[in-house]
T-cell receptor
């Protein structure tokens, strides 16, 4: 299990419901990042963690989006009251450190809001 | 404004012929530059990375990229395409050392 893992791989939900997306980074990686990839578009930065703190939340689209990280390991991205425009692939990445470090990506969670 | 532009949304090549994927960036200083590949239903995989060492960077699977500061370019090449190279390729720039900015992507198809 050397890579970044994410769960679930696919999630279908109804508009208005809350969803939680999980990311398990590579062991020992202090930095963790969340991105969103909408259909036909590049990745958008959402948030990153240094340890358990989030110095930059500037990419979160609205206050319906939140994320936390515990034990300098697992992170959860929560979307409350989902909207159809939240449908996207949510990607998590981790890196050994923050500055000038290569980010290693997980396979993503494909979210579909009906 | 800092940005990254992939000049081709789609590239089609014959197996065994060269591949060229073009990328330009705009920045007031030298950024870190990456190429990632995404195969269908797979995660993003790092192909190569430039961080102000040699301007010609060799990556995995026979790919290489050349950093040209005067042209603000970081084009990706491979001398001979293989069927397994069919995927989407992203040019990625890091302007402030952690936030990656992705190009829109180039889809590569390889004809037998």
């Amino acid at each position: 299990g050397a890579g970044v893992s994410q769960s679930p791989s696919n999630k279908v939900t109804e508009k208005g419901k809350d969803v939680e997306l999980r990311c398990d980074p590579i062991s020992g990686h202090t930095a963790l990042y969340w991105y969103r990839q909408r259909l036909g578009q590049g990745l958008e930065f959402l948030i990153y963690f240094q340890g358990n703190s989030a110095p930059d939340k500037s990419g979160l689209p609205s206050d319906r989006f939140s994320a936390e990280r515990t034990g300098e390991s697992v992170s959860t991205l929560t979307i409350q009251r989902t909207q159809q425009e939240d449908s996207a692939v949510y990607l998590c990445a981790s890196s050994l450190k923050v500055m000038q470090a290569t980010q290693y990506f997980g396979p993503g969670t494909r979210l579909l809001v009906l | 404004a800092q940005s990254v532009t992939q000049l081709d949304s789609h590239v089609s090549v014959s197996e065994g012929t060269p591949v060229l994927l073009r990328c330009n960036y705009s920045s007031s200083y030298s950024p870190s530059l990456f190429w990632y590949v995404q195969h269908p239903n797979k995660g993003l995989q790092l192909l190569l990375k430039y961080t102000s060492a040699a301007t010609l960077v060799k990556g995995i699977n026979g790919f290489e990229a050349e950093f040209k500061k005067s042209e603000t370019s970081f084009h990706l090449t491979k001398p001979s395409a293989h069927m397994s190279d069919a995927a989407e390729y992203f040019c990625v720039v890091s302007f402030n050392d952690y936030k990656l900015s992705f190009g829109a992507g180039t889809t590569v198809t390889v004809r037998a």
